[in-house]
């Protein structure tokens, strides 16, 4: 419920940041969301009871899922056409180091402290990252290795490679297939971790390592291909609209996977699953039309030249080419995702 209601904020806060960052400005909703996240962040620490945590982590989710959509858009609108892939990776990657110290922080921990094992285990679940990264410590231990923690760090680690690897792949290859054969990739690996749950601790760990750093891979390759797809001056609320499918995916991944975890325990059910969502993103991602050959500059409020004055004194969106052009990629985009982060967040 707690990990939930981080998700229902980042729908909410996706949403109203989107759009709001088309009409305010990418900057000031920027630094506004994450005020928000910070101070509900701070507050969270000193929550008197459960009721009160869950709501500070839905207005800490709040601010986060208004962060994202501005986040990318400015960072695409700021770098060259030839270089968007390679700085949009170099972005994602800083999610690694938020999973890399959750995960430190609670081997660390549990060295230490013999009693914080279920304290450790509930803070991985409810903070950690998106889908089944959330329960990777309960999966490991449903699959009997001895040291969950420890693997988990090695599994949030795995962020690193896959994230060297799409920064060289993804300008070269293109954002397409690469979110594609990332995906198939993703989808081999669950394969080969529910065939071997019985079997060998360090196959499950390095198959489990394999597929976080492809499912890293396709996600810089679905940030950059989601962002550049939607006219500039629609780019936060589209990218907002793809996001919030995604927190809805997430929200009902944590109950998917709640009652696959058990008691007792479907870990290939829930694994055969996850491979198959995952085949169905790799198909349906060669569908999504490749846009953004163009060059992009920032724009602001008050210096879009497609922001036109209605006769009422409003400002209103021109329906410019450049606009009607990008509604046929925007509906293509949507289609996508219903099905494709469904797939990253399930696992």
């Not at 729908?11 to 996240?37: E, F, M, Q, S, W």
């Not at 920064?167 to 198939?184: E, T």
């Not at 993103?281 to 953004?292: D, E, P, V």
Request: one cysteine or more; glycine letters at 10%.
């Amino acid at each position: 419920l707690l990990t939930a209601a981080v998700f229902v904020g980042m729908l909410c806060g996706g949403l109203v940041g989107g759009v709001a960052g088309d009409l305010y400005g990418r900057k000031p909703v920027l630094l506004t969301t994450l005020a928000i996240n910070a101070v509900a962040a701070f507050l969270s620490a000193f929550s008197p009871n459960i009721y009160w945590l869950i709501f500070f982590r839905a207005v800490a989710g709040l601010g986060v899922g208004g962060v994202v959509a501005s986040l990318f858009a400015l960072c695409l609108e700021h770098v060259p056409v030839a270089a968007r892939g390679r700085y949009v990776t170099i972005l994602c990657s800083f999610w690694m180091v938020g999973a890399v110290l959750t995960a430190g922080t609670a081997w660390i921990m549990l060295g230490k402290y013999n009693d914080g094992t279920k304290i450790l285990e509930l803070s991985w679940r409810c903070f950690g990252s998106y889908g089944l990264s959330t329960w990777i410590t309960k999966l490991f231990k449903s699959a009997g290795l001895s040291n969950p923690f420890a693997n988990a760090f090695l599994f949030a680690g795995a962020n690193l490679p896959g994230n060297i690897v799409s920064l060289y792949l993804i300008d070269c290859i293109g954002h397409q297939r690469l979110l594609s054969g990332a995906l198939f990739m993703s989808a081999f690996c669950a394969l080969l971790f529910a065939f071997n749950v019985e079997g060998s601790k360090t196959v499950i760990v390095l198959v489990s390592c394999l597929f976080n750093a492809c499912t890293t891979a396709a996600w810089n390759g679905f940030g950059v291909l989601s962002a550049e797809n939607f006219p500039q001056e629609l780019r936060t609320t589209g990218i907002s609209v793809v996001n919030c499918s995604n927190r809805v995916a997430a929200i009902t991944a944590q109950f998917v996977n709640g009652f696959l975890m058990g008691p007792p325990p479907h870990l290939e059910a829930l694994l055969l699953v996850t491979s198959t969502v995952m085949i169905c993103g790799g198909i349906t991602s060669r569908w999504i039309a490749h846009g953004g050959d163009d060059d992009i500059d920032a724009i602001s409020k008050s210096g879009s030249e497609d922001l036109e004055v209605e006769s009422d004194g409003s400002a209103s969106l021109a329906r410019s080419p450049k606009v009607e052009a990008g509604e046929q990629v925007c509906v293509e985009g949507s289609v996508m995702a219903g099905i494709f982060p469904y797939s990253l967040n399930l696992f």
